[in-house]
């Protein structure tokens, strides 16, 4: 009787195992699969900041030195700055016009640009150029 319940065991555990197999769903065809990879070092990081300066006025001659005269002392000072590239930047004058098109007073702005690998030396610098009275951009 022991061989015949290993038998019938045996015969049991092949039918789980066929039935079981005859449910798997069939391999997919026309199937592709990618994994890709990729890895590059790079530079360290690069600041950048921008700075500048607007002021209106009547007379825009007036105006203009006033704003020259500003970015001036702000170039003379970053370019004390090791390590920071120093660019001026846009240098915008247009009119305000008031009541029947007619130009009430001017408007003058320039930017002076910051750039290094050194985020510390760029925003002291900016504290610096703000002391001056320069704004953030």
Do not use: H
């Not at 022991?2 to 065809?29: H, I, K």
């Not at 199937?31 to 009547?58: K, L, P």
């Not at 970053?78 to 846009?90: D, E």
């Amino acid at each position: 009787m022991t061989a015949l319940r290993t038998f019938s065991f045996l015969l049991a555990a092949a039918f789980v195992t066929n039935m079981a197999s005859a449910q798997t769903l069939p391999q997919p065809r026309n199937q592709v699969s990618f994994n890709v990879a990729a890895e590059r070092e790079v530079a360290n990081d690069w600041t950048t900041g921008s700075i500048g300066t607007t002021a209106s006025g009547s007379d825009p001659a007036e105006l203009a030195s006033r704003i020259n005269k500003q970015m001036t002392a702000a170039l003379a000072l970053a370019k004390q700055t090791k390590g920071v590239k120093v660019t001026s930047g846009a240098y915008n004058t247009y009119p305000e016009y008031g009541d029947g098109n007619r130009i009430i007073r001017w408007q003058a702005s320039q930017d002076l640009i910051l750039e290094s690998k050194d985020v510390d030396a760029v925003a002291k610098l900016l504290g610096k150029l703000q002391g001056q009275g320069l704004l953030l951009r």
